[in-house]
């Protein structure tokens, strides 16, 4: 007599099926490397991808929650990279240099952008650097790059502040702009997007405010027809370094990612990196073509880093901490 096969009910077999799918259920999604990530940058166009990637989860595989925060001024963003409450920081890179050879660890890992200063003004007569002679121009963030690299092109052209030239130095480009409106100078070095937002400004007010000087051209003038002016780039500081340096192509590729969308659709990351610059989304949207942004790693980089760091420091060697940084210093 054959012993009769028992089949499993519909239930019973519901069951084992939901018994097998629940481990797979329970299993907690695999966690970002850190927790948290806060990219810093200054409230100008290098700035833009940061936010850009930030706002859209670019890094997402790299932290749990990623933000972006602004600086104010060079000197924040230098107590922020000693103190340690800075670690990944979008910084001139003659800064970096400066902080390297200083002994505080600081290392470039990219240049984001290749230049995005130039002067702005209401005289249609000034149109080279030439014609600044005689006439009041303001220049922010004392000490800092736009002003090193608006000294060297005096230098190449011969002039001396106060003998050719008034200078007015201001503590962030706004002011310089403000300055500019208010008819109290002539011409103003503006990084991008201040040079945008003095021209839209100026439109509301009845005044036509324009880009009258291109400073990366003037500088190839100096440099050499093929020379970029990398300006600005990504710096990771030494706690970063020591805790998480494996995590830095990951970050780059994302940048990189970012960068081209950034360039692709400037209106879309103009609203992404407005209220994260503290800037209407019209002036980063427009500022975006001319702010030269790039992603560029800083060991590709370096021949024409050093090229710039060589010529702003002849003056002046303590500009780059005295030296040319070693071969460690580009990531």
Do not use: C
Not at 26 to 39: G, M, Q, S, T, Y
């Amino acid at each position: 007599m054959n012993a009769r096969i028992s089949r499993p009910s519909r239930r019973d077999t519901l069951a084992a099926l939901t018994a097998l799918a629940m481990p797979a259920l329970a299993r907690p999604a695999r966690a970002a490397p850190l927790a948290e990530l806060v990219l810093h940058g200054p409230p100008a166009g290098a700035s833009i991808t940061l936010a850009h990637a930030a706002a859209t989860g670019a890094l997402a595989g790299i932290a749990d929650k990623v933000s972006f925060k602004p600086w104010r001024n060079p000197d924040e963003m230098r107590a922020g990279l000693t103190s340690g409450t800075m670690q990944l920081v979008v910084m001139p890179t003659l800064s970096a240099a400066n902080l390297f050879n200083r002994g505080l660890g600081v290392r470039l890992v990219n240049v984001m952008t290749n230049g995005l200063l130039y002067i702005v003004a209401a005289d249609p007569a000034i149109r080279s650097f030439a014609a600044l002679k005689g006439k009041r121009v303001a220049l922010p963030f004392r000490n800092d790059t736009p002003e090193f690299v608006f000294n060297r092109l005096m230098r190449e052209h011969g002039f001396v502040a106060g003998r050719d030239l008034t200078l007015e130095t201001t503590g962030t480009p706004i002011e310089a702009v403000q300055l500019l409106l208010a008819g109290r100078i002539d011409a103003a070095l503006a990084p991008e997007p201040a040079g945008t937002a003095a021209m839209l400004r100026g439109a509301v007010a009845g005044k036509t405010i324009e880009r009258v000087i291109d400073i990366q051209a003037e500088w190839r003038r100096l440099a050499g027809p093929a020379a970029t002016l990398p300006q600005a780039g990504l710096a990771a500081s030494r706690g970063f370094l020591e805790r998480h340096a494996d995590l830095l192509p990951a970050i780059q590729a994302a940048l990189t990612k970012a960068n081209a969308e950034v360039l692709a659709a400037p209106a879309r990351a103009a609203g992404n990196a407005a209220s994260a610059l503290d800037l209407p989304w019209p002036v980063i949207e427009k500022s975006i073509p001319v702010s030269n942004l790039v992603t560029i790693p800083a060991r590709e980089a370096r021949p024409q880093l050093e090229a710039m760091f060589a010529l702003n420091a002849e003056a002046d060697p303590a500009l780059i901490g005295g030296k040319m940084p070693p071969a460690e210093f580009y990531l």
